[in-house]
């Protein structure tokens, strides 16, 4: 299924670099939005984007910053990252919300380990 | 009481068996209603939404009851294809677009 798409699919680095991870949806969809899954713990919503316009931000640390440049690409910016950081980020995407249908459909996720 | 808890599980059935989970959430203001499932290492897929009405898809059934504030799952004639962790999900109250997830349910189907 290539519904949404993310790269890269793991990702190692240390705690001084700085990488992104991307998302992309061809679902046609306005609505996208970063959650992190760390083991042991339900998904966590990080950011949500609709129609390009950040509508929330679940008081993630600035370490994290997000991109949307356009309702199908969404971008997680990565710099200075804490051990703990690692986890399984996952990107997901749905209609706009006065559709009224608000189902989330996930990317396969980027596995990210923080050394 | 957590936005949304589930059975803690694991469960472990035979193939063929009726399995139920259950979910109860804390925001009475919450308006949509999902199972997802997961498989190991995967990302969470839709399975169904939930309605008022409840609502059925071949083996699998979904309820809710909005006065105790509680979702079920049945599944019948369990597969083991259907071993995956079961996360039941509801909108956060009055925005329709953050959803809380559960912890997750593990089912194990054994042949």
């Known amino acids: 299924e290539t519904g949404v798409t993310q790269t890269p699919r793991h990702l190692v680095m240390g705690m001084t670099n700085k990488k992104s991870l991307k998302c992309e949806q061809h679902l046609g969809h306005n609505a996208m939005y970063w959650y992190k899954q760390s083991a042991k713990k339900p998904l966590e919503l990080m950011f949500v984007y609709n129609f390009k316009e950040q509508t929330e931000n679940n008081s993630v640390p600035s370490r994290f910053s997000p991109e949307c440049p356009n309702s199908s690409h969404l971008f997680l910016h990565l710099h200075t990252l804490q051990p703990e950081d690692s986890a399984l980020y996952l990107c997901?995407?749905?209609?706009?919300?006065?559709?009224?249908?608000?189902?989330?459909?996930f990317g396969p996720g980027t596995r990210l380990t923080v050394t | 009481r957590k936005e949304v808890e589930q059975d803690p599980g694991p469960f472990n059935v035979p193939e063929g068996a009726t399995v139920a989970f259950n979910c109860t959430y804390s925001n009475s203001a919450s308006q949509s209603f999902f199972w997802y499932r997961q498989d190991c290492r995967k990302e969470p897929k839709l399975l169904m939404s939930v309605y008022s009405s409840g609502n059925e898809d071949g083996r699998f059934t979904a309820q809710l009851n909005r006065a105790s504030q509680y979702i079920s799952l049945l599944i019948r004639d369990s597969k083991l294809s259907d071993s995956a962790t079961y996360l039941c999900v509801v909108n956060s109250g009055g925005s329709n677009y953050k959803l809380t997830f559960g912890k997750g349910t593990l089912l194990t189907v054994n042949p």
């Open positions: 997901a995407s749905s209609q706009e919300w006065l559709a009224g249908t608000y189902e989330q459909y």
